[in-house]
């Protein structure tokens, strides 16, 4: 329908097909000018129904879906780093290539005797 106006002529009609559930569907089509798609409507009788539905076109939204993937990868990407730099400031690796951790502890020192020298040297 075009506003109140039916348009079969105009109407590709498709067969009555199974679906996967035992039950059945069809469809129609009609081609429509983008800035006109706001006038038309489809009319749907069945005897399943208490009174005839009519729909009307609903277009897809996917500018959120959009914004959200986007900001699920940042999110992802900044906690990645986060964790990066946390591991490697509690590891004591920072920046050095392992070096600054490494420490040099010498043997104790014993000072020695005069009983211990050797005379012969």
Known sequence: ??????????????????????TFHTWARIEARPEEREQYRCRVEHPGMTEPGIFAWEP?????????VAVSVIAVVVAVLIG??????????????????????????????A???????
Do not use: Y
């Not at 009983?115 to 012969?120: I, R, S």
């Open 84 to 113: 990066f730099f946390v591991w490697k400031l509690q590891s004591g690796n920072a920046w050095d290539g392992g070096q600054e951790g490494a420490r040099i502890h010498p043997a104790p020192f014993r000072e020695s005797s």
């Open 60 to 68: 897809k939204s996917g500018g959120n879906l959009t914004l959200v």
């Open 1 to 22: 329908m075009k506003g109140d106006e039916i348009r079969d002529q105009e109407t590709e009609w498709g067969g009555v097909v199974p679906n996967s559930d035992g």
């Open 115 to 121: 009983t211990d020298a050797d005379p012969t040297v």
